[in-house]
């Protein structure tokens, strides 16, 4: 007979009572730790206009908390020294955005030796879409005389685009955010992330 | 003070509260500790079984069915091996010659980047690594003329990283790229 067995009728309550307690309590702890991971995603770290950036992304020096979400929100980042990562989960307004939204991304080339902008679902994976276009980066961006590019994103193409035209397509009506990497960025803007032209991301329309 | 003492004294729940919220805490920060550890190590064994043991894990270049990873780069081609240093050091090797860049990086079993070198600082020159733990470097005999770097942890991950501009324009010299690492224990 096992030692669970000798245990009198009226024990067994008591010891189920405080096991419930215990496993409610790991069950507490665990989902805070869980809630806290996520709700720090895209936020914390330095800001440029609207894009953040963790300083300790794929660093040694992250704390625990940073760490945990680098790995849930951008495992494999590289330290930023080699790559610069940088987040906006909203437009220049302060508005949400959102995958039906259109949007028009612009600003100077940022200084780094390559560069790129992303368009990420809110499961932080690419949009699907006919064109297989998910990015707009240094080698794609057309570039006026001062060093500024321009493109547009949302559900379908810009009307009267080009086919040719650079545009980053959003399809569906989802949670959005762009991340702009940096790889190789010069030494000034690693020293100092918040100095980054910011692009800016403008809302065009009414948004239906 | 004093009322703590009285509540402990008087009230017997009150000490086994202050146990539960204790465990709740220690459990809050052992999962957040947790976290990097075990995303590292799914991805590590994620590699599909007929792939084991044949090298470095190639995925097709990126897109919207890549889900392996959060965040994957649109522009990057992507080499993976696991590495496994606590026994015998483990060798890295590779000639990468793509039109752009390609960095190769280490990362911690807890998701650290330890490591990474790219082309601008190979030079042009092979890629000769032999990656150690602690106790393997001392222990065994290390190729000549490899750089060693030094683990912090027994287990990790290796990426190489090659820059895409048009795939099916560069697709020769991109492939031939990451498919000249290679991950070798050294027995």
Redesign the interface.
């Known amino acids: 007979m096992s030692p669970a067995n000798d245990l009198s009728p009226a024990f067994r309550p008591r010891w189920t009572g405080v096991l419930t307690l215990y496993l409610l309590a790991i069950t507490i702890g665990a989902a805070s730790a869980w809630l806290a991971v996520r709700s720090q995603l895209d936020s914390g770290g330095v800001s440029a206009g609207v894009w953040r950036t963790s300083t300790l992304a794929g660093s040694s020096d992250a704390d625990l908390y940073t760490r945990a979400v680098i790995a849930v929100g951008a495992l494999l980042a590289l330290n930023r020294d080699e790559t610069m990562y940088y987040v906006a989960t909203t437009d220049s307004a302060g508005q949400v955005l959102l995958s039906r939204c259109r949007y028009r991304i612009s600003g100077a080339a940022p200084a780094a030796r390559w560069w790129s902008v992303t368009a990420y679902a809110e499961d932080r994976f690419l949009f699907p879409n006919a064109e297989r276009r998910y990015s707009i980066n240094g080698g794609s961006a057309p570039l006026d005389a001062r060093g500024h590019f321009a493109f547009e994103t949302g559900p379908t193409a810009p009307a009267g685009a080009a086919p040719a035209a650079p545009w980053l397509p959003t399809p569906g009506d989802r949670g959005l955010s762009f991340t702009l990497r940096l790889y190789n960025p010069a030494a000034g803007l690693s020293a100092a992330p918040a100095s980054l032209a910011a692009p800016t991301i403008e809302r065009l329309g009414s948004c239906e | 003070m004093n009322l703590l003492r009285y509540l402990r004294i008087r009230n017997p729940w009150y000490c086994?509260l202050e146990v539960?919220?204790a465990?709740?805490?220690?459990?809050?920060?052992?999962?957040?500790?947790a976290?990097?550890y075990v995303?590292?190590a799914a991805?590590s064994a994620s590699r599909p079984a007929e792939e084991r043991g044949t090298g470095p894990l190639l995925p097709p270049m990126?897109?919207?069915?890549?889900?392996r990873?959060?965040?994957?780069?649109?522009?990057l081609l992507y080499a993976l091996c696991p590495f496994d240093v606590r026994q015998q050091p483990f060798r890295i090797q590779a000639d990468p010659h793509p039109p752009?860049?390609w960095?190769i990086?280490l990362?911690?079993a807890?998701?650290?980047?330890?490591f990474?070198l790219?082309d601008?600082q190979a030079a042009g020159a092979p890629v000769d690594l032999v990656l150690v733990g602690p106790e393997t470097g001392k222990a065994s005999a290390l190729p000549a003329g490899a750089k060693v770097v030094t683990a912090?942890s027994g287990r990790g991950?290796l990426?190489m990283r090659v820059?895409v501009?048009d795939y099916a324009a560069e697709r020769e010299a991109v492939e031939a790229a990451r498919r000249s690492l290679r991950c070798t224990p050294l027995g």
């Not at chain 2, 990873?69 to 522009?75: A, G, K």
Request: net charge neutral; hydrophobic share 50%.
């Open positions: 086994r539960l919220a465990v709740a805490l220690l459990t809050h920060v052992l999962v957040v500790w976290i990097p995303i590292m991805l990126t897109d919207a069915t890549s889900r990873v959060v965040m994957p780069s649109p522009d752009g860049y960095s990086a990362y911690a807890n998701s650290d980047n330890f990474v790219n601008r912090p991950l990426l820059l501009g």
